[in-house]
């Protein structure tokens, strides 16, 4: 019997993996390209190749064709340009991972819906460059079949983007040792997020569907959240009650400008996006990871690796004085005052 083959470019990240998983899952014949530092799904060809190389990569699939590739590693405008070139004699259906960080900020309304404007200027490079993919793989495709997915802020198994500092493991060794958490800017501050099983089925939906080609999606969760609801889920598990100072951007970005710029860039801006486009097309999409589930997700694998960081702790610790002696200072100004 003929299965449906899909080359995944990467294969072992955060997003990629639980896409590959699910497509093993539902019988196709998946190749994987990666570098080959990570440990490959049980189940998968792989292709060693590292795909910055670009010759080198051509030479070793340049023989090779596939129902479905799914680019997760086209990072630039160069990425694009190579992808839709080598894929669109090769591949029936060309998937490109985008990012909702291609949205140009503020937004001009709310929710967020995917015909909002993109960045058309390098204030920010990362959504800039995303920005600058997307425009040119749907101005070149000429019928060729592209999808372009705009995943959410997108957690899971392995990843290493959860919290204002990126500190993820230390979020929960602080909440167990009665520490504060930094956040920034309000306490009720909407933000979208993903959990990465859920991305991955939005990513098999679309793969081979007539209804996808040409379109671009953005995916998430489809709940209303706060930015800190992560953080109070995982005390909640842990039966905790989190301690959250908000400081604000302009203050964290006195105290380590690139370590908090993705805050500043994109993470202060209220982010709520509707998913109602995909759902349109895709009713039977409905994702299973609410904040508890993706909570218990990450508390599981953080127990299970313990990587935790002690520079950033110690960081932490500093952000969360700076803030006490804020708050110190403003109460002693207002007695003044009085």
Partial sequence: MYKKSVLIIGGTGNISREITKIFIKNDYDVTVVNRGNKKEVTGTKVIIADVTKK???FEKIKELNFDCVIDMLCYKLEDAIFSLETWKNRCKHLIVCSSIAAYKRPFNSLPITEDMPLWETPDFPYGYNKANIERYLMSNSNGF????IRPSLTFGKGCKNVGVLRQNENI???????????????????????????????????????????????????????FDDLYKEIGKILGKTVKIYHLPVEVLMKYDEKLFEHIMLEKQHLGYLSIEKFQHDFPQYKPKYDIEKGARLLIDDWKERKEYDDIKEKMEDELCSIYESLLNMTKNNVRGAD
């Fill in 55 to 57: 010759e080198e990569f």
């Fill in 145 to 148: 079949p592209i999808t372009i």
């Fill in 172 to 226: 929960m060794r602080r909440i167990l040792n009665n520490k504060p958490l930094i956040s920034f800017g309000l306490e009720y501050h909407p933000f979208t997020m993903s959990f990465s099983p859920d991305v991955a089925e939005a990513f098999y939906l679309v793969a081979l569907n007539p209804k996808s080609y040409g379109k671009t999606y953005h995916i998430n969760n489809g709940r209303f959240q706060y």
